[in-house]
């Protein structure tokens, strides 16, 4: 009953984050790639490239998240989009549920939640 | 006289000598049944600096400099990356003297800028919360709440406490690191702690 190897994209300007956000899913098993900013996200979507999740953080130079996964979900993009975010504020929450994300987190990811997150796109 | 190479237990020994054995050191020591028992120096250093790592790493999350993310990440390391830990905190490290010193050029402008203020104390927040820096984080926190307010001393004291904080922490996960990297030099495995 095994599925095909999960991808995901993490969109975060943050290296830090990045590094512990890639070992996480290497971790869980789900072949990963790294990109610094919302502008680089819609290229690398452009470019033909798909993924089942995006994790998607907020304050970013060049493009935000916010207006990035507008774009995305604009241009047809149905891949799980978790928000991952240092900010609690409510107000942003709200921002980006609008905008189109499936769910939000706070960081940093646990292995929890990413399992989690894996058994929801799994279930699809 | 029975002897014995055997491993560090928890033994009482008696008469303890030091033997030079082919270039290896060994701890000698009697029993209460006259066994003399051998066994190399570096297994007793060993055991020693293990517990003295599991007490430090202890200490450091009951005094709340660590909390369980910095475990989270030792949990992902393994032996295809097993410098991973190390790495994550060195790049903390570099990350931590950029924003302090981004912070300190801030509060030196006049006027300050504080939603510049409050962008690098949000990164440093983000950053010290994703390795587990727990104290770090919590400064950062009421600074921000300083920043909100544009309260100008209110902010240079936190800067003067995240300073003060991040060095305590920067030398106390050096400590850590030294212990760890004794251990694997002398061949043994890096206790965890849940």
Redo the contacts between chains.
């Keep these: 009953m095994e599925s095909r190897q999960l991808t995901a994209l993490i969109v975060d300007d943050d290296v830090l984050i990045q590094m512990i956000h890639q070992k996480m899913l290497n971790s869980v098993g789900v072949k990963n790639q790294v990109v610094e900013n919302g502008k680089e996200a819609i290229d690398i979507h452009r470019s033909g490239q798909s993924f089942d999740l995006i994790l998607m953080d907020k304050d970013m130079p060049v493009m935000d998240g916010i207006e990035a996964t507008k774009i995305l979900r604009s241009m047809g993009i149905r891949s799980m989009i978790a928000a991952v975010s240092s900010r609690s504020v409510e107000e942003h929450m709200e921002e980006f549920m609008e905008a189109g994300v499936d769910i939000y987190l706070e960081k940093p990811l646990s292995i929890t939640k990413l399992n989690s997150i894996i058994h929801k796109i799994n279930k699809h | 006289m029975k002897i014995v190479k055997g491993q560090l237990n928890f033994i009482v020994l008696l008469h303890v000598s030091e033997i030079w054995i082919h270039k290896h050191m060994y701890v000698a020591g009697k029993t209460g049944r006259s066994v003399q028992i051998l066994f190399p120096l570096s297994s007793l250093k060993l055991t020693t600096w293990q517990r003295q790592l599991r007490d430090h790493q202890a200490s450091m999350i009951r005094e709340g400099f660590l909390d369980d993310?910095f475990i989270?990440?030792q949990?992902?390391q393994?032996e295809s990356?097993p410098d991973?830990v190390i790495?994550?905190i060195t790049?903390?490290f570099d990350?931590s003297e950029n924003l302090l010193n981004n912070m300190k050029r801030a509060l030196e402008q006049s006027p300050v800028d504080f939603r510049q203020l409050d962008a690098h104390v949000?990164?440093y927040?983000?950053?010290s919360?994703?390795?587990g820096a727990a104290r770090v984080k919590n400064v950062c926190a009421s600074f921000r709440n300083f920043c909100d307010t544009q309260n100008l001393e209110g902010c240079v004291r936190c800067l003067q406490q995240l300073q003060h904080e991040y060095s305590l922490l920067k030398n106390n996960l050096q400590h850590l690191f030294r212990l760890q990297q004794q251990i694997q030099a002398a061949g043994g495995s890096i206790p965890t702690i849940e």
Excluded: P
Aim: glycine letters at 4%; zero cysteines.
């Design positions: 993310q989270q990440l949990k992902l393994d990356t991973f790495e994550v790049m903390f990350d949000h990164q927040k983000g950053s919360a994703s390795v």
